[in-house]
């Protein structure tokens, strides 16, 4: 991928383009298919059949259409992606178009991550725990040794960072998974999770998730690799216990299903359930044409999918290193 095209480029023309306060997605994840060979407690999504998936040209004909739409960066995700055989091909679309990302649970990635590895500029792997938990909230023992494996052959090709959702279940864990994070030498993405009504209900008690959520903050600033922000860690800790909300901006990243419809405002509140095809409406127009203000205080969720970008300002120093000029560098340092 040239950086330059999908990320610079496209982020100048979104800048003239929100003159005047209009809205454009400048991320986009899309949900490859529903399946699952895994079964994650607090997950509905393994629990859907797929109707049918996009065909290739499908595919293509998405992705062009968020090209127009200035979309820079574009995420892959499930159910699982490794299941998808024409993945390969899928990935190398994205690639010449995006910044390319992908989330996996690990189980297929050391026996295919070389079939994708030059199409890719991030990937993410699912770590929950150490074996036993992992194994347990993912619900197929064998799991947790398949990631790490996994993990440990794709950081030969490309920058890689554990993506931990965090439950009642794992919340006594979390410190030790920080430790394996380090002793394999790859960074953590923080998520807590969300009861979504068709799933087991696992969110952390919030009471006990807030001196967690404070000593991760410290954790960060004591040198651990975890990905997300200062300003993520505050967000959250003065949103769910000081009553300061955070301003959600949904309208940042435009999901998609696997059916090629768009999910709006976000995926947590309509628990992925599509209505407009997206190469079949004006994503600028409906973007601008949709009530996005009733969702700034929701605060419902902390998924760093959202928030992050919510919170990202070019105003902040911080953010500019971590989020810009680190990614940036990890960029140019996956080309060596
Ligand atoms: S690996 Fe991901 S998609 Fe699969 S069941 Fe778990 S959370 Fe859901
Ligand atoms: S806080 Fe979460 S659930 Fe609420 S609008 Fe933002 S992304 Fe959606």
């Known amino acids: 991928m040239a950086i330059a095209k ?33 079964r994650c407690e607090m997950c509905p999504f393994w629990r859907r059949p797929d109707e049918r998936l996009l065909s290739l040209s499908e595919e293509i004909k998405m992705m062009d259409t968020l090209v127009e739409a200035d979309v820079s960066f ?22 010449k178009r995006f910044h390319t990302s992908m989330v996996t649970n690990g189980w297929l990635l050391k026996s295919r991550i070389k079939s994708i590895s030059n199409y ?18 993912r619900g197929i023992p064998g799991s947790f040794k398949r990631a790490v494996d996994g993990i440990k052959e794709a950081k030969r090709y490309l920058p890689v960072s554990m993506s931990t959702t965090i439950t009642e ?27 979504y009504s068709t799933a087991d209900k696992i969110s952390p008690e919030r009471e006990r998730l807030h001196h967690i959520l404070i000593k991760l903050k410290e954790m960060k600033k004591s040198g651990y690799p975890i990905v997300n ?9 003065n949103s769910w216990y000081n009553n300061i909300p955070w301003v959600c901006k949904p309208w940042s990243t435009i999901n998609i299903d696997p059916l090629g419809n768009i999910v709006m405002p976000c995926y947590v509140l309509n628990e992925y359930s599509g209505k407009y095809k997206v190469w079949e409406v004006n994503i600028k127009e409906l973007w601008n044409s949709y009530d996005w203000g009733q969702y700034e205080s929701c605060n419902k969720c902390s998924l760093s999918c959202y928030l992050e970008p919510s919170l990202f300002s070019w105003k902040k120093p911080s953010m500019i290193q971590e989020r810009i000029i680190n990614g940036i560098g990890s960029y140019i340092a996956s080309m060596f």
């Open 229 to 237: 922000s200062y300003e993520y860690f505050d967000a959250v800790i």
């Open 6 to 38: 999908p990320v610079l480029g496209r982020t100048i023309k979104r800048k003239i383009h929100s003159i005047g306060g209009r809205k454009t997605p400048f991320i986009a994840g899309h949900k490859l298919l529903y399946t699952c060979n895994l």
């Open 169 to 195: 279940n794992n919340l006594d864990s979390i410190f030790d998974l920080m430790e394996l994070a380090r002793s394999i030498d790859v960074s953590v993405n923080l998520q807590v999770s969300y009861n």
């Open 74 to 95: 574009m995420g892959f995700e499930g159910g699982e992606p490794l299941l998808r055989n024409d993945l390969p091909e899928i990935l190398k679309e994205s690639h």
């Open 120 to 137: 890719l500029d991030y990937l993410f792997v699912s770590i929950d725990g150490l074996e036993d938990t992992h194994d347990r909230q």
